[in-house]
């Protein structure tokens, strides 16, 4: 299965080629902002370098998020162009989950620093979910998880005093790759997941009557 | 073939999600495709367009919508020459959709992606028509979010002759229409309120009187408006002759400042080209249109203005501004940025951009 996986939910635009287990190209670059200047090119680099045609992909994985609302758009409407233009199954994959395959190990807990005193967390076995930090570190605290990874693992290091703390701010390349091989067959567009609701009050919650 | 190119155009800059097919041979324009999936539902409980509201409902539809305009067409992607996209200006989070996504498939099909500015596609809607407009002519573009004259003279050649320092007359509509009590999107809402009404029992200010420039302003006129409807609109004709009295006052700034740039126009073109092209949402108004006619015949100008479903924002006219940059050798790099801030007249240098990430500039 030839594989393209594309990531810039987080602090990276990332590009990976890779068939039947074995990674052929990377192209990863760590960035704050730019993720939109940054994709296409990388995805073109990382493809020739591969010496893989866009029309003899048999998949295309794209992160869905939690993670930068602007990053989950960009790639998830690069990557929807990119399947649209050969009929080319597309399947979107968490990225807490995509964290969570960047380290080896059982009972890993991904977290995401999400701002405004909230954590993005998925622990061992459960949902993406995001949490009020004092939640985050019940939750945590109760995880049993032995790895703590992602932006947000420092703020809840103190709830795990045993867990190693890999504070990495993106997904590893080689675990994009094998979860877009390993997705279920999806069942429509992956739309972006983003664990909150526009900053942005309605008519009624201003009060405004008409 | 040489002269004949077929473009699938993206616009994702506001609040209309649209995809269209565009087939430019010579001077014939053809629409072989346009798909609008307007989102006002999802912006009406907010009482008007919400930029993250907009790109949400954006990256959910953009594939659709393509998928849609294509299927439409009649063609593969094997029919096109070329992916074009609304790069900007625009609400920045719905620019990254279209943009990103036209990128992708310009990528995967190995087809030349076209960067366009929303101007650009707005100026030279005027050409979608059954009889396309001629270069040059002189346009008014008067929407929501924009309210500008150019002398436009083909295409990545654009001068401005004048502009909003404030708000949009669209904009204008909107938000006096929500102070009279009228649900987003007001424009259309106040055109009828406005009928029968009597447009000179309430005096509103007019604006910029001692500038003999071409700019507008219509903030004033917005904030005179709201106070009139909060003191002294009470009854359903106090509201009528209010909102007759405000799209009066809009028409007749605009046919001020489009008379004014005629002037400017014939001087510039030696009286070529006497054609005077409104496009834009505003373009609608009945009232406004009349009163725009009326200016361009004093004035020894001919007037047209496109179709209805290429005043509004749609991709047809994304798809040809992009058939037309194509077929002048203008195309984009994959790196090509979003731009919230992108004034037309800086359309013919884009090849070497100023625009750094973070740094704004004019808005249009």
Known sequence: ?210 | MADRFTVLGIETSCDETAAAVVRLEGERVEVLSNVVASQIAAHVPYGGVVPEVAARAHVELIDGVIGRALADSGLDYDGLDGIAATAGPGLIGGVMVGLSAAKGLALARGLPLVAVNHLEGHALSVRLGEAPAPYPFLLLLVSGGHCQLLSVEGVGRAVRLGSTIDDAAGEAFDKIAAALGLDYPGGPALERLAEGGDPTRFSLPRALLDRKDCDFSFSGLKTAAARTADTSVHTEADRRDLAAAVQGAIARQLSERSARAMGRYVEMQGGAGRLFAVAGGVAANRTVRARLEETASAHGFAFTAPPLKYCTDNAAMIALAGAERLRAGMTDGLAAPARPRWPLDEAAARDAPIHKPGRKGAKA
Not at chain 1, 87 to 106: D, F, M, Q, R, Y
Not at chain 1, 127 to 140: G, K, R
């Open chain 1, 1 to 210: 299965m030839l594989t393209l996986s594309l990531d810039t939910a987080l602090a990276a635009a990332t590009a990976v080629v890779a068939k039947d287990g074995v990674v052929l190209a990377v192209r990863c670059e760590p960035m704050a902002r730019g993720h939109q200047e940054a994709i296409a090119t990388l995805t073109r680099d990382a493809m020739t370098e591969a010496g893989a045609a866009f029309q003899d992909l048999d998949r295309i994985g794209v992160t869905v998020g939690p993670g930068s609302f602007t990053g989950l758009r960009v790639g998830i409407a690069f990557a929807k162009g990119v399947a649209l233009a050969w009929n080319t199954p597309l399947v979107g994959i968490g990225s807490l989950k995509a964290l969570a395959a960047s380290v080896s190990g059982e009972r890993v807990l991904a977290t995401i620093d999400a701002g405004r005193g909230q954590a993005y967390l998925q622990t061992p076995g459960g949902p993406p979910e995001q949490l009020p930090l004092a939640d985050a570190l019940a939750a945590a605290s109760v995880s049993h998880a032995g790895i703590i990874v992602g932006s947000g693992a420092p703020l809840l290091a103190e709830a795990l005093p045993s867990a190693v703390i890999d504070a990495r701010a993106f997904a590893d390349p080689v675990a994009l790759a094998r979860l877009t091989a390993d997705a279920p067959t999806p069942g429509g567009p992956p739309q972006p997941l983003y664990l909150r609701a526009p900053d942005a009050k309605t008519l009624a919650e201003r009060g405004v009557t008409r």
